[in-house]
């Protein structure tokens, strides 16, 4: 089974605005998945330009989406979401 990690949601919508203006701000709240915590993939996966201001959040998880997709057509089989 092939995996593969992507920087979503609002990390994807402010890397894309980063292309556009000079500097982005971005509040967002991050917890623990199963003993992870994804601070640094997320540091790691914004543009330069993108200043993340994280609020840590013990009791909620980072949302993570697990989407399973068949390999042939590349079509979404199903998705769980863990909030």
């Known amino acids: 089974m092939d995996k593969e990690l ?4 609002s990390l994807a919508v402010a890397n894309h605005i ?7 701000k ?3 709240t991050y917890g623990l998945n ?3 915590n994804y601070l640094d993939f997320i540091k ?3 543009n330069s330009n993108v200043e993340f201001a994280g609020i840590y959040t013990p ?3 980072t949302v993570l989406k697990k989407r399973f997709i068949d390999k ?3 079509h979404k089989l199903f998705e ?4």
């Open 72 to 74: 042939v057509f590349k």
């Open 18 to 24: 980063a292309n556009f203006v000079s500097e982005v």
């Open 6 to 9: 992507y920087a979503g949601g």
């Open 44 to 46: 790691e996966n914004l």
């Open 59 to 61: 009791n909620r998880p």
């Open 26 to 28: 971005l509040i967002s």
């Open 34 to 36: 199963n003993g992870i």
């Open 80 to 83: 769980i979401i863990d909030i």
